[in-house]
């Protein structure tokens, strides 16, 4: 499902305008990735947990030509579905 094809969803699920809608969405995404950037959970009971991981650094192999490679270290967003989100 793409953006617009969630944001038509919602409309008509919450009885609102698509633009309602769009608000709506865009304000909790903006909201997310601030907290997200925070280094903070956003918890959705029954729906699930964003949170970030950090990785670190370490060694790897180009799989080209087998060289040792540095990959630096770095942040990530992680989700992980809640109870209610049991297929």
Wanted: proline share 2%; hydrophobic share 45%; net charge positive.
């Amino acid at each position: 499902m793409y953006k617009a094809e969630l944001v038509n969803a919602m409309a008509e699920k919450a009885g609102m305008t698509k633009v309602q809608a769009k608000k709506a969405l865009d304000a909790m995404m903006d909201t997310t990735v601030e907290t997200l950037k925070k280094g903070e959970k956003v918890v959705l009971l029954g729906f699930g947990t964003f949170s970030v991981v950090e990785r670190p650094a370490r060694k790897g192999r180009n799989p080209r030509t087998g060289e040792v490679i540095k990959i630096k270290a770095s942040k990530s967003v992680k989700f992980k579905a809640g109870a209610g989100m049991d297929m």
